[in-house]
Every structure is written in structure tokens, then in C-alpha cells.
């Protein structure tokens, strides 16, 4: 059963009224000899530890829709044989996780991982890409940015290697491609990476979404390279002839 998360706006809103009204309101009449709280100081008290119950409850709510999203995109590789994908999607599953946790108390950029997560789940890998982009693209503390790099880089190898693996005579450069973006080793995925988008078999939405993945985070140029790349082996081989 799909469980709802309640905005993040409403636990921030809920924690500042939380700390409303922890003082009994102040009375101008002399104490009595047994003071006894006042209705409007139990009332007060009352109030407040159910607002204190209700943030809490919320925060566990978030807490396990993120695991339910990880359960489910590690349960949608089960069935796979690649080993490597059953791996990455392992991993991703606990960066998911600890990402959703760094994000809870910021309600655009929480449902922005969702989002994400979701598109995964539902194969719209291009829609995943984008979102997790601009999520490390955002503002974020120097922990959560970390994080999100670890995210994405886990999505971007898993991508990799269930929309690339079945290209003929590629298989091991693929493997290379997305165990190096796994790592977070941009140099290293380079080679294999341009080798691949050279290849004429290559739809223009498979280049599209290498595009998607990489353009951030590999230098200016690097398809240019590729190309280039190939033209001049072309060139040597017809020297050869």
C-alpha cells in the first residue's frame, strides 16, 4: 500500500509551534499556599506534546516511505541475471537511504529525490538522470552534498549497465564504464565512455541519455573527442588498405 509523506513545510511548521506556550501564563493573583496548574496550563502542556508526537510521527512516516522506495528498487533487480546491476542496485538501495535521511527536513528537495526513485522504479531512466542532477546541483550542506554525489553516481552505473550492456561487443566496456562511475572515478570511466557513444549503433536517445549522465561531469568537448577518435582510426585503416 503506497503510503503518503506529509510535506516537510508541516513538520517545520509543527516544531516552531512545539515550542509555543511552554510557560503557564503568568497570573497577577498572590500563589496560593498548594498551587495546582491551571486548565490553561494543562491544556498548554497538552497541546504541545501532541504536536511533539505529530512531528515525530511524521519524521518516522518519511522514514519509511524512503525504505519501502530502496526495498522496491533493490527488489526490481532481483530477477535480473547481471550481476553487476544486482550489486550497484544493492548499494544504491542503502545511498538511497541515507541520502533520504541527510534530506528530511527540506520538503522540495525530499520529494525531489522521490521523484527520482520513482522514475527508476518505472524505467524512465532519462526523468531519474535529470532529477537527480539538479538535486546535486542545489544548495546543500557539505555532508548531503557528498550524498547526493554518492547517489547519483550509484544511478548513473546502474543506468549504464542495464541500457548499454546488450550492445554487441561492448559488454566489457560497459562494465568498465559503470564500475568507474560507480567508484566516482570520471577519468577512468573517459575511455570506455567515448568508445561507446561513438558507436554507430547507438540510437539518438541512448546518446541522448549518455549525454544526460555525463556532460556535467566529464570535460568540454569529450563527444567531440569521441568522434574525432574514430575519424582518425577510420582514416588508418584506409591507409592500411
Excluded at 527488489?75 to 544493492?90: I, Q, R, Y
Excluded at 527540506?106 to 526513485?117: H, I, R
Excluded at 538535486?135 to 549497465?161: F, G, I, M, R, S
Amino acid at each position: 500500500m503506497k503510503r503518503s509523506i506529509l510535506p516537510f513545510g508541516a513538520i517545520v511548521s509543527l516544531a516552531l509551534l512545539s515550542g509555543c506556550g511552554d510557560k503557564p501564563a503568568e497570573s497577577s493573583a498572590p500563589p496560593a499556599a498548594s498551587p495546582q496548574p491551571s486548565d490553561a496550563s494543562e491544556a498548554t502542556q497538552a497541546a504541545s506534546k501532541a504536536v511533539n508526537e505529530a512531528v515525530a510521527e511524521v519524521k518516522k512516516e518519511a522514514q519509511a516511505a524512503y525504505a519501502q522506495l530502496s526495498q522496491q528498487l533493490l527488489a526490481s533487480s532481483k530477477g535480473a541475471t547481471d550481476e553487476l546491476l544486482k550489486n550497484v542496485s544493492t548499494d544504491l538501495q542503502g545511498r538511497v537511504q541515507k541520502l533520504g535521511e541527510a534530506l528530511k527536513g527540506n520538503e522540495a528537495l525530499t520529494q525531489q529525490l522521490g521523484s527520482a526513485v520513482n522514475a527508476l522504479l518505472g524505467n524512465k531512466d532519462s526523468e531519474a538522470v535529470t532529477s537527480l542532477g539538479g538535486l546535486t546541483a542545489a544548495k546543500l550542506t557539505p555532508e548531503q552534498t557528498t550524498l547526493a554525489k554518492d547517489v547519483y553516481n550509484a544511478t548513473a552505473a546502474l543506468v549504464t549497465q542495464r541500457n548499454f550492456s546488450s550492445l554487441e561487443g561492448l559488454n566489457s566496456d560497459v562494465s568498465q564504464l559503470a564500475n568507474a562511475v560507480w567508484k566516482g572515478n570520471y577519468t577512468q570511466a573517459l575511455p570506455p565512455l567515448q568508445k561507446i557513444y561513438n558507436q554507430a549503433t547507438l540510437t539518438p536517445a541512448q546518446k541522448d541519455l549518455l549525454g544526460k549522465m555525463y556532460d556535467s561531469y566529464m570535460p568540454a568537448g569529450w563527444k567531440d573527442s569521441a568522434t574525432k577518435l574514430q575519424q582518425g582510426l577510420d582514416s588508418l585503416k584506409k591507409i592500411g588498405q
